[in-house]
Each structure stands twice: as C-alpha cells, then as structure tokens.
C-alpha cells in the first residue's frame, strides 16, 4: 500500500500565560503529522515537545522526515508493532517526534476499520475517569479566577501547580473557591525532601488527594524518603519517563504519570500501564500543552486509568482540531467517533 505522509508545524496560543515550578509558557508549539491512505482516510497525529526532555519543534521537525520515510517503506499502517520499532531504530531519543507518528498511524487504522480507537483496542468506553483541570501559578487574585473559572465550566477535579514560597497560600486560595472540588497538587521537582514532607504535612489539612512530583528526578532516593513519610498519596512525572523507570519508581511513589510525549507512543504507553500494575502501582495519564490532535489519543486510554490529567487543550485559547467530548471534564468516550476522534474544527 503507498502512504502519504506530511507534517507542519503548529503554535497554540494559550488563554492564560502558563506558570509552573520551572518558567512560563505563552503558546504551545507542536507538529502536526498526517498520513493518508491510498483510499483517502487520513491518519492525524501530533508531536508536543518539551525542553525538559530535550525536544523542540526543530528537533521534532528534523527527524520527522526519517521517521515518515520508515512509515513508507513498512507502507502497511496496520504494522504499528513494525513501524514503532523501525521509528526507535531510527531515532533513540525524540519521543514527541515519534509520538507524533505513531498517534497518526493509529487513528488511521482505527478509521480504516470505522472503529473508535478504544473499541480497536476492546476497552469498554462507559468506564471513563475525569481528567483534571490545571490552574497554573499566578497571582493569588488570578489563581482564584481561574479556579472559579473551573468550577463555573462544570469541573470537580482541579490540580494545582506549586513550587513557590508561598504554597498554602495558593491551596488555601483555590480550596477556598473550590471547597467540594478533588484536589491535587503538583510541586515540579521544586521541593528538597525535608520540606515535600513538610509542606505535605499542612497540604491534608486542606484534604488534598496526592501529591505529585515534590522532588528533583535526579533524586531517587529523595523520592522514596518523601514516599516512606508522606501523609498524601504520592504521583511520580518527571521521574517516570519510560518504560524502565515503571520498576525504579515502584517503592517510591503511589501513582505512576504516563504521558505519551515523554514515552514515545501509544504502544509503549500500553506497556507502561501494565508494568505499572504489576509493581502495585495506580496510574494517570498526563499530557503537556498540546491539541486535541495528540489529547484525543491520550483519551482513548481512559478505560485503563485510575486518575487522567488531560486537559492540555482545555488550556488553550482555541484548538483548530476537535477531539473526545470533556465536558466539565468527564472524557466521553460513547460518541463513538472512528479512530482518536480527531477532526478539524
Ligand atoms: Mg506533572
């Protein structure tokens, strides 16, 4: 079969500037990625880089060529076990480059069966889970105005950035507007161990759900000692990146955070969750900024997912592409749309 393949680079401008532990975002950059059979039926994709893994839309952009040359010359989308491996033998890195791939090789197939992707895989789409709705740092006047914003729009679950010098303040703000909301927070590594446990400590009382990423990566044995005395539930991001570290997290946190542009596709994101419930461990699927071109994807996997943070395009001024229904974030999945669900708006 020959395949079409293209991509072009997409900018995203969010409706607030975006605040976490490490710096502020404005806009997001991805890539988008098509593929097109020779019926027609285009597979859409999307690549949402991250410095903090080493990508930019330049890096993305350089190796997509190579990535949809090997795409072509497998020339049977339904090879997704082939085409990831060729991808990884091509690039050893680039993990939104190749995620970008291999979300677009998925939907087409999906959509050349007519089938939505989580019925592909035989999940059942009734058991969904809500993602969260991320209220980034700012001004305590602003962060009430988003969190407000969030309960106006119908959202129970919110999850709130931290990593400054004046973090109750900013839980007492949001819980204070949000007071039957589910709460959770995220530090971004931002913590030394002493200070994550006591600043968990003061975090149940205003009854926070867990906690996560409250140290630097590069500290394994930080994490565990935050683990072994934490009064929350603890999530492991940054320090759950592929497949290998699902075993070196494990005794070290309570929930594992499997996002598609840190671990390079939607094959090993399956392999992650698995891996994760066999170390005992809960799971989320999180997202960066990103578009429902690469969120739709994301979605599909709710049926596996204990908690989901998905709400990479809810942060944004508007997404050219349509994807999975959230409204007040309950990830509906029965609309039964072919493949992610992705349209253009
Ligand atoms: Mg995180």
Not at 187 to 205: Q, S, Y
Not at 277 to 298: D, F, K, P, Y
Not at 317 to 328: K, R, S
Request: glycine share 8%; hydrophobic share 40%; charged share 30%.
């Amino acid at each position: 079969m020959s395949l079409e393949t293209e991509f072009e680079r997409v900018a995203l401008p969010l409706e607030y500037p975006f605040t976490i532990a490490r710096g502020t975002q404005t806009t997001a950059e991805t890539v988008v990625v098509r593929i097109t059979d020779g019926d027609g039926t285009v597979g859409i994709g999307a690549g949402a880089p991250s410095t903090h893994y080493g990508e930019t839309v330049a890096t993305v952009a350089a190796v997509l060529p190579d990535l949809l040359a090997a795409v072509e010359d497998v020339g049977d989308p339904h090879q997704l076990a082939r085409i990831e491996r060729r991808m990884r033998e091509t690039v050893a890195g680039n993990p939104a480059a190749r995620c970008a791939v291999s979300i677009a090789c998925h939907d087409l197939v999906a959509k050349r069966l007519d089938l939505p992707l989580h019925r592909y895989w035989g999940l059942d789409p009734t058991e969904t889970v809500e993602t969260s709705y991320t209220i980034g740092i700012d001004d305590a006047e602003r962060m009430r105005e988003k969190a407000e914003t969030a309960i106006e729009r119908g959202h129970g679950r919110l999850k709130v950035k931290l990593g400054t010098d004046r973090d109750g303040e900013i839980v007492r703000t949001v819980r204070d507007v949000a007071p039957d909301a589910t709460l959770t927070v995220d530090a971004n590594e931002a913590w030394t161990p002493r200070e994550a446990v006591r600043k968990i400590d003061r975090l149940a009382d205003e009854d926070v759900a867990f906690v996560e990423q409250p140290v630097p990566a590069e500290d394994p044995e930080g994490l565990r000692f935050v683990y072994e005395r934490s009064a929350l539930p603890i999530a492991a991001d940054e320090s759950c990146v592929t497949l290998a570290d699902v075993p070196r997290v494990a005794g070290r946190c309570d929930v594992a955070n499997i996002k598609l542009m840190k671990c390079g596709g939607l094959r090993e994101a399956f392999r992650m969750i698995h891996a994760a419930r066999a170390h005992g461990l809960e799971v989320m699927a999180g997202c960066m900024t990103e578009s429902n071109a690469s969120i739709a994807a994301a979605c599909q996997l709710a049926p596996l997912l204990d908690y989901a943070d998905l709400d990479g395009s809810l942060l944004l001024a508007d997404d050219p592409y349509e994807g999975v229904p959230m409204e007040g974030g309950r990830i509906d999945l029965e609309a039964e749309r072919p493949g992610t669900g992705v349209r253009p708006r």
